[in-house]
Protein backbone atom coordinates (compact mmCIF):
# COMPACT_ATOMS: atom_id res chain seq x y z
CA UNK A 1 0.00 0.00 0.00
CA UNK A 2 1.25 3.81 -0.79
CA UNK A 3 1.92 5.69 1.99
CA UNK A 4 -0.22 7.95 2.73
CA UNK A 5 0.91 11.70 2.30
CA UNK A 6 -1.69 13.95 4.78
CA UNK A 7 -0.12 17.37 3.65
CA UNK A 8 -2.20 16.16 0.11
CA UNK A 9 -5.32 15.97 2.75
CA UNK A 10 -4.82 19.31 4.05
CA UNK A 11 -4.37 21.17 0.20
CA UNK A 12 -7.36 18.80 -0.82
CA UNK A 13 -9.61 20.71 1.86
CA UNK A 14 -7.81 23.85 1.22
CA UNK A 15 -9.11 23.48 -2.82
CA UNK A 16 -12.62 22.68 -1.50
CA UNK A 17 -12.75 25.69 1.19
CA UNK A 18 -10.94 28.39 -1.29
CA UNK A 19 -12.88 27.48 -4.03
CA UNK A 20 -10.66 26.55 -6.63
CA UNK A 21 -7.04 25.68 -7.53
CA UNK A 22 -5.49 29.19 -7.97
CA UNK A 23 -7.03 30.94 -4.78
CA UNK A 24 -5.71 27.73 -2.44
CA UNK A 25 -1.83 28.31 -3.77
CA UNK A 26 -2.56 32.04 -3.03
CA UNK A 27 -3.37 30.79 0.71
CA UNK A 28 -1.31 28.17 0.88
CA UNK A 29 1.71 30.57 -0.92
CA UNK A 30 2.84 27.84 -2.78
CA UNK A 31 2.25 27.27 -6.65
CA UNK A 32 -0.56 26.40 -8.45
CA UNK A 33 1.42 23.47 -10.20
CA UNK A 34 2.18 21.81 -6.88
CA UNK A 35 -1.43 22.26 -5.63
CA UNK A 36 -2.98 20.14 -8.40
CA UNK A 37 0.02 17.85 -8.32
CA UNK A 38 -1.08 17.11 -4.95
CA UNK A 39 -4.55 16.86 -5.77
CA UNK A 40 -3.77 14.10 -8.47
CA UNK A 41 -1.50 12.19 -6.38
CA UNK A 42 -4.17 11.62 -3.98
CA UNK A 43 -6.94 10.79 -6.29
CA UNK A 44 -4.17 8.15 -7.19
CA UNK A 45 -3.71 6.94 -3.95
CA UNK A 46 -7.55 6.93 -3.35
CA UNK A 47 -8.17 5.27 -7.13
CA UNK A 48 -11.16 7.91 -7.21
CA UNK A 49 -12.08 11.10 -8.82
CA UNK A 50 -12.25 13.88 -6.15
CA UNK A 51 -12.98 16.90 -8.34
CA UNK A 52 -14.48 18.12 -11.48
CA UNK A 53 -12.80 20.43 -13.18
CA UNK A 54 -14.32 22.97 -15.44
CA UNK A 55 -13.04 26.12 -16.94
CA UNK A 56 -15.87 28.18 -14.85
CA UNK A 57 -16.27 26.04 -11.83
CA UNK A 58 -14.84 23.23 -9.78
CA UNK A 59 -17.58 20.45 -8.01
CA UNK A 60 -16.92 17.77 -5.73
CA UNK A 61 -17.80 14.59 -6.98
CA UNK A 62 -19.53 11.71 -4.33
CA UNK A 63 -16.81 10.71 -3.12
CA UNK A 64 -14.84 14.10 -2.81
CA UNK A 65 -17.90 15.06 -0.88
CA UNK A 66 -17.54 12.03 1.14
CA UNK A 67 -13.62 12.65 1.53
CA UNK A 68 -13.78 16.28 2.34
CA UNK A 69 -17.12 16.05 4.94
CA UNK A 70 -15.10 12.86 6.60
CA UNK A 71 -11.33 15.38 7.14
CA UNK A 72 -12.50 18.79 6.16
CA UNK A 73 -13.19 19.12 10.31
CA UNK A 74 -10.12 17.51 11.59
CA UNK A 75 -7.82 19.76 9.37
CA UNK A 76 -9.66 21.93 10.67
CA UNK A 77 -8.85 21.66 14.32
CA UNK A 78 -5.63 20.84 13.73
CA UNK A 79 -4.95 24.40 12.05
CA UNK A 80 -7.34 26.02 15.04
CA UNK A 81 -5.08 24.31 17.59
CA UNK A 82 -2.08 25.55 15.91
CA UNK A 83 -2.97 29.36 15.20
CA UNK A 84 -4.30 29.18 19.04
CA UNK A 85 -1.22 27.82 20.24
CA UNK A 86 1.15 30.30 17.68
CA UNK A 87 -1.32 33.58 18.99
CA UNK A 88 -0.65 33.23 22.69
CA UNK A 89 2.46 32.96 22.15
CA UNK A 90 3.16 35.70 19.48
CA UNK A 91 0.04 38.04 20.63
CA UNK A 92 -2.30 39.61 18.08
CA UNK A 93 -1.36 38.90 15.04
CA UNK A 94 -2.62 36.99 12.03
CA UNK A 95 -5.85 37.71 10.49
CA UNK A 96 -8.94 38.65 12.70
CA UNK A 97 -12.24 37.36 10.66
CA UNK A 98 -15.53 39.28 11.97
CA UNK A 99 -18.80 39.32 10.80
CA UNK A 100 -21.67 41.69 11.70
CA UNK A 101 -24.88 43.57 11.14
CA UNK A 102 -24.24 46.94 9.32
CA UNK A 103 -25.85 48.85 12.04
CA UNK A 104 -23.38 47.63 15.31
CA UNK A 105 -20.43 46.87 11.99
CA UNK A 106 -20.21 50.52 10.80
CA UNK A 107 -20.67 52.27 14.21
CA UNK A 108 -19.06 50.09 16.82
CA UNK A 109 -17.04 47.25 15.39
CA UNK A 110 -15.13 49.45 12.79
CA UNK A 111 -13.89 51.73 15.16
CA UNK A 112 -12.09 49.27 17.43
CA UNK A 113 -10.77 46.80 14.56
CA UNK A 114 -9.04 50.28 13.36
CA UNK A 115 -7.36 50.75 16.62
CA UNK A 116 -6.58 47.61 17.20
CA UNK A 117 -4.49 47.81 13.71
CA UNK A 118 -3.12 50.42 14.63
CA UNK A 119 -2.15 49.60 17.58
CA UNK A 120 -0.93 45.81 16.02
CA UNK A 121 0.79 46.21 12.84
CA UNK A 122 0.80 42.79 12.44
CA UNK A 123 -2.82 41.89 12.46
CA UNK A 124 -5.16 42.01 9.23
CA UNK A 125 -8.73 42.62 9.55
CA UNK A 126 -11.72 41.08 7.64
CA UNK A 127 -14.90 42.03 8.57
CA UNK A 128 -18.37 40.84 6.50
CA UNK A 129 -21.10 42.74 6.78
CA UNK A 130 -24.29 40.54 7.06
CA UNK A 131 -28.08 40.84 7.65
CA UNK A 132 -28.46 37.39 8.79
CA UNK A 133 -26.69 35.37 11.56
CA UNK A 134 -23.98 33.34 10.74
CA UNK A 135 -22.77 30.19 12.34
CA UNK A 136 -19.21 30.98 12.97
CA UNK A 137 -18.29 27.56 13.20
CA UNK A 138 -18.98 26.80 9.70
CA UNK A 139 -17.88 30.11 8.08
CA UNK A 140 -14.89 30.19 9.64
CA UNK A 141 -15.23 33.51 11.53
CA UNK A 142 -13.24 34.55 14.32
CA UNK A 143 -16.53 36.36 15.46
CA UNK A 144 -20.06 36.60 14.47
CA UNK A 145 -22.35 38.99 15.80
CA UNK A 146 -26.02 38.71 15.59
CA UNK A 147 -28.98 40.21 16.83
CA UNK A 148 -31.15 36.84 17.01
CA UNK A 149 -34.20 36.58 17.74
CA UNK A 150 -34.34 32.43 17.86
CA UNK A 151 -32.33 30.29 20.19
CA UNK A 152 -28.84 29.17 18.94
CA UNK A 153 -29.14 25.99 16.51
CA UNK A 154 -26.08 24.64 17.05
CA UNK A 155 -24.12 23.37 20.17
CA UNK A 156 -20.61 24.36 18.51
CA UNK A 157 -21.25 28.02 19.48
CA UNK A 158 -20.28 29.81 22.10
CA UNK A 159 -21.84 33.03 23.52
CA UNK A 160 -18.91 35.10 24.46
CA UNK A 161 -20.85 38.58 25.24
CA UNK A 162 -23.92 39.99 24.79
CA UNK A 163 -23.55 44.15 24.45
CA UNK A 164 -27.00 46.36 25.28
CA UNK A 165 -26.95 49.18 22.64
CA UNK A 166 -29.52 52.21 23.59
CA UNK A 167 -32.05 52.42 20.91
CA UNK A 168 -35.05 55.63 20.10
CA UNK A 169 -37.32 56.22 17.44
CA UNK A 170 -36.55 59.38 15.23
CA UNK A 171 -38.28 61.29 12.21
CA UNK A 172 -37.59 64.21 10.53
CA UNK A 173 -39.20 67.73 11.34
CA UNK A 174 -41.03 67.34 8.28
CA UNK A 175 -43.23 64.45 9.36
CA UNK A 176 -43.36 65.71 12.71
CA UNK A 177 -45.16 68.75 11.24
CA UNK A 178 -47.65 66.87 9.60
CA UNK A 179 -47.80 65.09 12.78
CA UNK A 180 -47.40 67.01 16.01
CA UNK A 181 -49.23 64.95 18.43
CA UNK A 182 -46.56 62.25 19.06
CA UNK A 183 -46.98 61.92 23.06
CA UNK A 184 -47.07 58.52 24.06
CA UNK A 185 -46.32 54.89 22.02
CA UNK A 186 -49.96 54.38 20.58
CA UNK A 187 -49.78 57.52 18.95
CA UNK A 188 -47.20 56.02 16.28
CA UNK A 189 -49.98 54.17 14.80
CA UNK A 190 -51.24 56.87 13.39
CA UNK A 191 -47.62 57.27 11.60
CA UNK A 192 -45.91 55.18 8.65
CA UNK A 193 -43.19 53.28 10.71
CA UNK A 194 -39.96 52.11 9.04
CA UNK A 195 -38.95 48.79 10.77
CA UNK A 196 -36.44 46.36 10.56
CA UNK A 197 -37.20 42.85 8.99
CA UNK A 198 -37.61 40.90 11.92
CA UNK A 199 -39.84 43.34 13.80
CA UNK A 200 -43.21 42.44 14.75
CA UNK A 201 -43.42 45.18 17.51
CA UNK A 202 -41.71 47.63 19.36
CA UNK A 203 -41.45 47.26 23.13
CA UNK A 204 -41.09 51.05 25.23
CA UNK A 205 -41.43 50.93 29.12
CA UNK A 206 -42.42 54.66 31.02
CA UNK A 207 -41.71 55.71 34.04
CA UNK A 208 -42.97 53.73 36.13
CA UNK A 209 -41.94 50.80 34.62
CA UNK A 210 -44.84 49.74 32.76
CA UNK A 211 -44.47 47.90 29.45
CA UNK A 212 -46.54 49.23 26.00
CA UNK A 213 -46.08 47.29 23.15
CA UNK A 214 -46.93 48.81 19.42
CA UNK A 215 -47.60 46.23 16.71
CA UNK A 216 -45.64 47.04 13.43
CA UNK A 217 -47.78 45.12 11.13
CA UNK A 218 -48.30 47.16 8.12
CA UNK A 219 -44.54 49.07 7.82
CA UNK A 220 -43.80 51.66 5.55
CA UNK A 221 -40.50 50.46 4.73
CA UNK A 222 -38.87 47.28 5.96
CA UNK A 223 -35.81 46.71 5.77
CA UNK A 224 -32.22 45.25 7.92
CA UNK A 225 -30.53 47.93 6.42
CA UNK A 226 -30.20 50.54 9.23
CA UNK A 227 -28.68 52.99 6.71
CA UNK A 228 -31.50 52.23 4.47
CA UNK A 229 -34.21 53.32 7.62
CA UNK A 230 -32.25 56.05 8.46
CA UNK A 231 -32.71 57.38 4.77
CA UNK A 232 -36.22 56.99 4.67
CA UNK A 233 -36.68 58.92 7.85
CA UNK A 234 -34.39 61.63 6.90
CA UNK A 235 -36.81 61.92 3.58
CA UNK A 236 -39.77 62.37 5.72
CA UNK A 237 -40.68 58.70 4.92
CA UNK A 238 -41.63 57.40 8.21
CA UNK A 239 -40.79 57.32 12.11
CA UNK A 240 -37.47 55.02 12.01
CA UNK A 241 -36.52 52.70 15.57
CA UNK A 242 -32.62 53.04 15.47
CA UNK A 243 -29.49 52.73 17.54
CA UNK A 244 -28.93 56.40 19.24
CA UNK A 245 -25.36 56.50 18.14
CA UNK A 246 -26.12 55.64 14.57
CA UNK A 247 -28.38 58.62 13.84
CA UNK A 248 -26.49 61.15 16.21
CA UNK A 249 -25.00 63.14 13.85
CA UNK A 250 -28.58 63.91 11.93
CA UNK A 251 -30.00 64.54 15.31
CA UNK A 252 -27.25 67.36 16.03
CA UNK A 253 -27.96 68.76 12.75
CA UNK A 254 -32.05 68.63 13.48
CA UNK A 255 -32.23 66.74 10.51
CA UNK A 256 -33.74 64.22 13.05
CA UNK A 257 -35.53 64.42 16.32
CA UNK A 258 -36.40 61.58 18.75
CA UNK A 259 -39.84 61.29 20.06
CA UNK A 260 -41.22 59.97 23.21
CA UNK A 261 -39.05 61.36 25.25
CA UNK A 262 -40.55 60.04 28.83
CA UNK A 263 -40.44 56.75 27.48
CA UNK A 264 -37.35 54.55 26.78
CA UNK A 265 -37.12 52.23 23.82
CA UNK A 266 -35.91 48.75 24.11
CA UNK A 267 -32.43 48.32 23.89
CA UNK A 268 -30.81 46.11 20.86
CA UNK A 269 -28.82 43.44 21.90
CA UNK A 270 -26.39 42.20 20.13
CA UNK A 271 -24.62 38.92 20.72
CA UNK A 272 -21.24 38.32 19.89
CA UNK A 273 -20.78 34.40 18.49
CA UNK A 274 -17.63 32.32 18.66
CA UNK A 275 -16.98 28.54 17.51
CA UNK A 276 -16.47 26.44 20.19
CA UNK A 277 -12.62 26.03 20.68
CA UNK A 278 -10.77 25.25 23.63
CA UNK A 279 -8.64 28.52 23.36
CA UNK A 280 -9.34 31.63 22.80
CA UNK A 281 -6.82 33.32 20.22
CA UNK A 282 -4.91 36.41 22.01
CA UNK A 283 -6.59 38.51 18.89
CA UNK A 284 -9.99 37.82 19.57
CA UNK A 285 -9.72 38.18 23.52
CA UNK A 286 -7.90 41.53 23.14
CA UNK A 287 -10.77 42.47 20.33
CA UNK A 288 -14.08 41.94 22.45
CA UNK A 289 -12.27 43.75 26.09
CA UNK A 290 -11.63 46.69 23.74
CA UNK A 291 -15.12 46.54 22.44
CA UNK A 292 -16.42 45.64 26.14
CA UNK A 293 -14.64 49.05 27.47
CA UNK A 294 -16.68 51.23 24.52
CA UNK A 295 -20.08 49.82 24.67
CA UNK A 296 -22.29 48.47 27.26
CA UNK A 297 -22.29 44.39 28.32
CA UNK A 298 -25.23 42.61 29.70
CA UNK A 299 -23.36 38.86 29.84
Known amino acids: ?3 VHWDDYDIFCHVVEHGGFSAAARALERPKSSISASVIRLEDL ?3 RLLERTTRRLRLTETGEAVYHGIGPLFASLRDAHGEAVAQRRGVVG ?3 IASPYEFGAHHVAPVATAMMRAHPDLRVVLDVEHTWVNPQEQRYDIAFAMLQTDLPASTIVVRRVFSLERGVFASPELLARHPDVRVPADLAHLPLLTGSGDTEWLF ?3 SGAI ?3 AVDRPRMCSANADVRLQAA ?3 LG ?3 ITSTFCAAQVRKGRLRPLLAHHSCEPLRVYALLPAKRLMPEKVRVFLEALGQRETVVT
Do not use: F, N
Open 234 to 236: LAG
Open 239 to 241: VAR
Open 1 to 3: MRS
Open 212 to 214: ERV
Open 95 to 97: TLR
Open 205 to 207: KDA
Open 46 to 48: LQA
